[in-house]
């Protein structure tokens, strides 16, 4: 995640209170429960110091989309009498709600379910185009979409191949074998002229077989590197949209997984080159000088002085990833740095 999208809130003086509100299944009530849930955290903030203008700004987004925040749960951070942050928040079901009032606004839960998420481009291809879909994704709900798109490849000359063999039949084989080919060359033209906006983490690469493997042979290398392949889900009426998110989510999971991994080795790498550092003092220290290129966080172990780390990387536009539960970095904070510091 890059912490410059949250730059915007610490700019603003506080306090702050920010509150998380958890997604729950949406019923007949949803309205009313998200109420009393609302009047619950009110209450809190209250009783904390929230000042009425601040309480009634997140009280009047709230009201905005009932529903919304009971499907896919929802953060905000509020300072005086404006919202400056309501976003998604799919953490792992079970997190529940909660509520800060502070000198700061408490953005590590948010962060954590951020940075755990998967960017996919995922394109469900047949023989005659495909859909582009950007999705960001983690491992425990199902795909946030960002835009989708339908790709209608420009080759019509029909792409049913002939179950005769005839020398007439073998032409028209190949003719459709060509068509199948221009449509694939159609799709990851668009595909890569996405990617280069949306910056997928993964290319999840759907539908049937033959449409799978034209795409594949002409996708970029840069596209190609990313690509993981599933038989789950495709354009057929009878395919099934549950199961292919329930893939996309696992892929998620994977990747989130690899990713943590790969970060812990690049900060073992770089304590050993000075290219590294951790502990609150020394992250603080590099991020003041703008040598912070990610800050390092553990999953699911909050850092000593999270809300103050984040917003100092904030402000020197440092990424934020994290590393596996156990890594044991000092104070619970490390970074990766652009270049070595003095400490």
Known sequence: MELVTLRHVYEQEGPFATVYLEARAP?????????????????????????????????SELCGAPGQEQARGRVLAAA?????LDEVWDVEPGGGDDAFWDALPQLGAYVRVAARSVSELVVIADQEGAQVRQDVVTEHHIPHEIDTDV??????????????GALSHKRIHRRAEETVRRNAKDVVAHANAVAAKFRPKVLVLAGG?????????????ELAELV???????????????????????????????????????????????????GDDSVVRAAEQGAVETLLLEDDAPAEHEAF?????????????????????????????????QQ
């Open 228 to 278: 993981v392949e599933t038989e789950r889900g495709g354009l057929a009426y009878n395919a099934s949209d549950e199961a292919l998110d329930e893939e996309l989510a696992r892929i998620a999971g994977e990747e989130s997984v690899r990713r943590a991994a790969d970060s812990a080795d690049r900060m073992e790498a770089g304590l050993t080159h000075g290219r590294a550092v951790q």
């Open 27 to 59: 019923g007949e009530d949803a309205s009313k429960q998200v109420e009393l849930r609302w009047r619950a955290l009110r209450d809190r903030l209250h009783a904390a110091g929230a000042p009425a203008e601040t309480l009634d700004a997140i009280e």
């Open 80 to 84: 005086g009498s404006a919202v400056l």
């Open 209 to 221: 077989v033959q449409a799978r493997t034209a795409v594949r042979e002409h996708l970029p290398t």
């Open 309 to 341: 780390l984040l917003k100092t990387c904030a402000e020197t536009t440092s990424a934020v990833e994290l590393v596996p539960a156990g890594t044991r970095l000092t104070d619970g904070a490390g970074a990766i740095l652009r270049f070595p510091v």
């Open 151 to 164: 790709v209608e490849g420009t080759g019509h000359d029909g792409v049913h191949k002939p179950r005769h």
